[in-house]
């Protein structure tokens, strides 16, 4: 009996477990159902209307609507401003998106932004980032200035507050909060998302940081179980600027009720049909009518309906201009990658070589041989570098060992040759300073000759001198000088007897006269 008892216990309290669950789960995840709710959003295009009003909402102080966003506070020192459903929400959960931005060319900028849900509207002018302080309701405050100087903001936080606390603005709120994260949502380059969810009595905040135009870039930014705020109120987005200023702009306030399944009943559903295209009807005939007054205002801007085609681009022209577009960015992402693998290219490249290059400088030194380390290219290295490389080598170490064998054939031929010289020098090998030596002697015998020709024309040049000298001549050429004198000697008596024998001829034929 017990056992079982507490078998049954066990189901029913995961049973319990699961239904708490199931209700704590974000409406996204579980099966709800979400209805847009039209009176209580604005969005881009004809966001606000020619007359500048914002259809189902209220805008005031420093406010600007235009067809495109809400400038809730302008970028301007002390501007103050907010915009408020007309009027009160008809279901208990909901669900808001807000697409926002908060830009200045400030890197600090004030004041900030604030969504709300209370039951009263608050003021266009008030102390709260331009609403009312003293609220009843929840604020969901995206405070860009950092008042208590503690460097954690920009900061997003939720504050719930029962209309008798006046916010602590020298403290950012942080002794009132329920929760809150550190965001800094100011000068994205897309704009940045708030999606507020409050379902079951469970409040989250999930923030888009803009940084991608992904609708699905949301990340968790607060999640508050246990909040009980006031049935039937108002929303509204406010915001204000300080002596730092910023523009916040919204473009989206899109707000969906969140029922649970099967709450919502066809005759309702019915109603609501109704109702809508009957409000279509009204803002169609009230377009018509603003339609033939501006007619009426402008008659020379006028233009017939075919002129005003040419302002609007066809369905083919659309999906041309998107598909040229989409292809642009395919085109400006490849070039980017392209730059990319460019870069890892000549990195790598880079890389390569350093690596060759310490390889190259950690081989020991070459063997002996004198062969000399081939440099190494300093770019790229490939396979056929490198067998090139290797094939070079070789072809240089044959050469060198080919010169080696020449110039050791040189030595050997050398050798023989000192050899032969010094054991015969005149045998076999007639070399050219053998010749030499031999013109040489001869020449000396030549020269001693000349020296004794010359010695011999001196001694015969003094042989009247001296007879005695000319008896000791050594040579035969000596007896020729002898003969030549005796002979002379001999002709000198001849001519003298003869003149004698002349001048006794001459004295006798005188006689006779
Ligand atoms: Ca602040
Ligand atoms: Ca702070």
Redesign the pocket.
């Known amino acids: 009996m017990l056992p079982t008892f507490c078998k049954f216990l066990a189901v029913f309290c995961i049973l319990a477990w699961q239904t708490h669950a199931t209700g704590n789960l974000s409406p996204g995840a579980v099966g709800v159902h979400r209805r847009f709710e039209y009176k209580y959003s604005f969005k881009p295009p004809y966001l606000a209307q020619k007359d500048g009003t914002v259809p189902f909402w209220e805008y005031g102080g420093n406010a600007i609507a235009s067809s495109e966003s809400v400038r809730v506070a302008p970028s301007l020192r002390s501007q103050k401003g907010a915009i408020w459903t007309k009027s009160q929400t008809t279901f208990d959960w909901w669900d808001v998106e807000i697409v926002f931005r908060v830009t200045g060319r400030g890197r600090i900028g004030a004041d900030g932004l604030a969504f709300w849900y209370t039951t009263e509207k608050g003021d266009y002018n008030g102390p709260v980032f331009g609403s009312s302080d003293r609220w009843n309701g929840l604020a969901i405050i995206f405070d860009s200035f ?5 460097h ?2 920009p ?1 997003i936080s939720a504050v719930v507050n029962d209309g008798t606390k006046q916010y602590d603005h020298t403290n ?1 709120g942080t002794t009132q909060l329920l929760s809150g994260c550190l965001r800094d949502f100011r000068n994205k380059p897309f704009p940045t998302r708030a999606r507020i969810e409050y379902y079951n009595n469970v409040l989250t905040v999930l923030i888009h940081n803009g940084m991608t135009n992904n609708n699905d870039d949301y990340e968790l930014c607060l999640r508050a179980d246990n909040v009980v705020l006031p049935k039937n109120g108002f929303f509204g987005v406010s915001a204000a600027t300080g002596g730092l200023a910023d523009d916040h702009d919204v473009f989206h306030f899109l707000t969906s009720s969140l029922h649970a399944a099967g709450q919502v009943n066809d005759a309702q559903k019915v109603e609501n049909q109704e109702k809508l295209t009957q409000e279509y009807k009204e803002y169609q005939d009230k377009l018509e009518k603003q339609k033939q007054e501006y007619k009426k205002d402008h008659p020379d801007e006028h233009k017939d309906d075919e002129d005003w085609e040419e302002f609007y681009e066809s369905e083919n022209q659309r999906e041309l201009r998107q598909i040229w577009q989409g292809q642009s960015q395919i085109a400006e992402h490849l070039r980017e990658l392209s730059r990319k693998v460019d870069e890892i290219i000549g990195r790598q490249e880079t890389t390569l070589s350093l690596v060759s290059r310490n390889a190259g400088q950690a081989l020991p030194p070459p063997a002996a041989g004198g062969v000399q380390q081939p440099a190494l290219p300093t770019g790229a290295v490939s396979r056929a570098d490198v067998d090139l490389l290797l094939t070079n080598q070789n072809v240089l170490l044959s050469s060198i060992r080919e010169i080696r064998q020449l110039v050791g054939d040189i030595n050997v031929r050398t050798d023989n040759i000192q050899t032969n010289q010094k054991h015969a020098p005149t045998a076999q090998i007639q070399s050219a300073g053998y010749d030499v030596q031999t013109l040489i002697a001869e020449m000396r015998d030549g020269m001693n000759q000349v020296k004794q020709g010359i010695s011999h024309v001196g001694q015969r040049l003094g042989a009247p001198q001296g007879a005695a000298q000319v008896a000791n001549c050594p040579t035969g050429n000596c007896v020729g000088v002898t003969l030549f004198l005796s002979v002379t000697v001999v002709q000198l008596l001849l001519v003298f007897i003869y003149n004698i024998f002349k001048n006794r001829s001459e004295a006798q034929a005188k006689k006779f006269y």
């Open positions: 950092d008042n208590d100087n503690k954690n903001n900061y950012d």
